[in-house]
């Protein structure tokens, strides 16, 4: 389907010359949007036919103001059906431009992605996390990437990306960068944003993401169970930093923080209730949701063993936590030492709680979701289908009954 295109001439008021003629102007609509052009024209007003945007009579004067108006209907029409056969996006200003033969500047890909980029760096921590920036970031690297693999350029007009480009582009994150199924997705849908962006103001007509089907496949998340649990909590480190990776690891095993809300807590996110229990409350870094979680007894010895340490006091932090990369480093280490023969993340972490702490020992699942500041159950369900010795034991009921 072409973009409907409605034009008509009209007079434009002049404020200051009001008994002089009136510049008749063209008025170019396409899907409800408006440019209009100067015609050079103008005519009095008592003299001019608003319904059929023509002069009136059949004067000298009449017959040549019309026939020029007719010609520039003409030229419209051209450049119109001109744009149509090549394809390119018809918008009200890109019509008028390419009627007056001015050269538009093609929109390219880079500078878009960039200017999203930059305004959602004005956004964080307001409304997005830093670590979401940094995924945007490393999906415009790829995209450049891709570009030079396939086009041997490193920017391109977006009225180039097709659904060719996407499939393209798909397939470069799955066999040339070997991204699994759901990092090749979650890329992609990064990409889609921007491309949605540039359809909402009008410089893309078409989707080119319309007939591409891709989902992210559930993936078997990793946790610990009781024994492995305990073996961690049980184990004696003769180096510190191990002894202090460790524990800020079960810290988030006992409440299901994650590592970047672990990292920035301090004194002032523990409460106690009405019953002189402590609480740590925190709003999530991913995705600001409010999570209240209750301080069990081994969580809380930990934030004591910490609170005189000289980083926690000097940074008004609860725990002495170093970076990602380091911590999983050291855990990988901690888990060689330990016997467990699983990759230790603090992604784990969090899965331990929701599964082997929470919902293992009974927890109801609507108390666990909150407490994992989950949007919806629908997100805490998932950890729920992991268990299986809870299964028996809801079934248990069962065998005696039948």
């Given amino acids: ?55 009136k009579g059949s004067s000298k004067n009449a017959k040549r103001l019309n026939n020029d108006l007719s010609l520039i209907e003409f030229d419209l029409l051209e450049a119109y059906h001109a744009m149509v056969r090549r394809k390119e996006t018809i918008t009200a200003l890109s019509l008028k431009n390419h009627y007056l033969g001015v050269e538009e500047e093609p929109r390219m890909l880079v500078d878009i992605f960039q200017q999203h980029n930059r305004r959602m ?24 990437e891709f570009m030079m693999w396939k086009y041997g350029a490193a920017d391109m007009d977006i009225l180039r990306i097709d659904h060719d480009f996407i499939a393209e582009f798909d397939f470069f994150l799955r066999h040339i960068r070997g991204c699994s199924n759901n990092t090749t997705v979650k890329y992609l849908r990064n990409f889609r944003k921007i491309i949605r962006h540039c359809i909402a103001n009008g410089w893309l007509k078409k989707d080119p993401f319309v007939m591409y089907r891709a989902k992210i496949v559930q993936t078997q998340r990793v946790f610990l169970h009781e024994e492995e649990l305990r073996a961690l909590m ?60 209750p301080l069990l007894p081994a969580a809380f010895r930990i934030i004591e063993k910490y609170q005189e340490h000289p980083y926690c006091k000097a940074k008004n932090r609860l725990l002495p936590v170093l970076s990602n990369q380091r911590m999983n480093s050291y855990l ?45 159950i629908s997100a805490t369900q998932h950890y729920a289908k992991l268990l299986d010795k809870k299964i028996l034991h809801d079934i248990q009921p069962l065998f005696l009954k039948y």
């Fill in 1 to 55: 389907m072409h973009p409907k295109l409605h034009h008509l001439f009209f007079l434009k008021k002049n404020k200051k010359h009001q008994r002089k003629p009136l510049a008749i102007y063209l008025r170019i609509t396409v899907d409800g949007k408006r440019a209009e052009v100067s015609t050079g024209k103008s005519v009095e007003r008592n003299s001019w036919m608003p319904r059929t945007g023509r002069m």
């Fill in 121 to 144: 760096a004005d956004l964080i921590p307001k409304e997005f996390a830093a670590g979401t920036l940094e995924r945007y970031k490393t999906s415009l690297s790829h995209t450049i």
């Fill in 332 to 376: 990988k280490e901690i888990a060689d030492c330990c016997g467990i023969r699983k990759d230790l993340t603090f992604h784990t972490a969090r899965h331990t709680f929701a599964t082997t702490v929470t919902l293992n020992n009974h927890v109801p699942i609507e108390s666990v979701s909150k407490m994992l500041g989950h949007r919806n």
């Fill in 234 to 293: 049980n184990k004696e480190f003769s180096i510190a930093r191990l002894t202090r990776v460790r524990d800020i690891f079960l810290f988030c095993c006992f409440t299901g923080l994650a590592y970047a809300d672990v990292r920035k807590i301090g004194p002032q996110n523990v409460f106690t209730d009405q019953d002189n229990r402590p609480w740590i409350a925190v709003n999530r870094t991913k995705t600001s949701n409010p999570s209240n979680v």
